[in-house]
């Protein structure tokens, strides 16, 4: 990620409209990881979404989709953020293992968005 503040990172994150993953109450000041997420099944999707060129609900119209995104073409224009995606792809009976994957990876790399309670 750049060297954008965080906090600069999150008032831009919480103006946005669009339905998004919480926000942590505490901004983690040395974090430098975004986001940790999951998805059990169509991978590529998921990551339109995050960038933000969802448009498959609500008519097309990605300002009414009801899907929880980071839209990162909305909120990030100016940030100039250098963002590296890193994807974890795993087999389908390993499912049930997804969650409690995702909460001890968010656990520790401590991600400026998102709640992994």
């Known amino acids: 990620m750049s060297d ?3 906090e ?3 008032e831009k994150f919480a103006a946005c ?8 109450n505490i901004v983690p000041q040395n974090s430098k990881i975004l986001y940790v997420g999951k998805v059990e099944s169509c991978i590529w999707g998921r990551l339109i ?8 609900k609500n008519q097309g119209n990605p300002q009414e989709s009801n899907v929880h995104g980071l839209y990162l073409s ?17 087999e389908k009976n390993m499912i049930d ?3 409690v994957m995702e909460k001890s990876l968010a656990k520790k790399l401590q ?6 309670k």
């Not at 409209?17 to 942590?24: D, F, L």
């Not at 979404?49 to 498959?56: K, P, Y």
């Open 49 to 56: 979404m995050h960038l933000g060129f969802h448009t498959n």
């Open 4 to 6: 954008i503040s965080n």
């Open 17 to 24: 409209k669009k339905s998004k993953p919480a926000r942590n």
């Open 111 to 116: 991600p400026i968005i998102g709640k992994h």
């Open 97 to 99: 293992l997804m969650e």
């Open 74 to 90: 909305d909120w990030t224009k100016g940030l100039e953020l250098k963002l590296k995606f890193t994807i974890l792809e795993f």
């Open 8 to 10: 600069k990172i999150i």
